[in-house]
């Protein structure tokens, strides 16, 4: 079993940056692949960022890339989202995930493939 506990999210104005943190107790940490997610009212959850058990890879949406950076750090058992450039349609309650992939290099990208999941921390960019 894995606890997740997200922190750090706010009330941010559009173009400002907040860094978003999960931390993971229980099994070992660094044998897990993480995600972060974003839900917002109405709509379905959906991926942000992931990051290999390594921390060597890393893949983004889209809509984030070039803006936020997913990092790692396994002696904190630790996963970050440094989210810079905030637009309104970031608003989202934020969630981190965790997957236990066979991999150091391996990322998810879908819901179904992770298998814990943390609580979920609101971020709102006021514009």
């Known amino acids: 079993q894995v606890q997740l506990v997200e922190s750090g999210g706010g009330l941010v104005q559009a173009g400002g940056s907040l860094r978003l943190s999960c931390a993971a107790s229980?099994?070992?940490?660094?044998?897990?692949?993480m995600g972060w997610f974003r839900q917002a009212p109405g709509k379905e959850r959906e991926f942000v960022a992931a990051i290999s058990r390594s921390g060597i890879s890393t893949y983004y949406a889209d809509s984030v890339k070039g803006r936020f950076t997913i990092s790692r750090d396994n002696a904190k058992n630790t996963v970050y989202l440094q989210m810079a450039s905030l637009k309104s349609e970031d608003t989202a309650v934020y969630y981190c995930?965790?997957?236990?992939?066979?991999?150091?290099?391996?990322?998810?990208?879908?819901?179904?493939?992770?298998?814990?999941w943390g609580q979920g921390t609101q971020v709102t960019v006021s514009s």
């Open positions: 995930a965790a997957a236990a992939v066979p991999s150091a290099v391996l990322v998810r990208t879908t819901t179904g493939r992770y298998d814990y």
């Open positions: 229980g099994r070992t940490f660094s044998s897990y692949a």
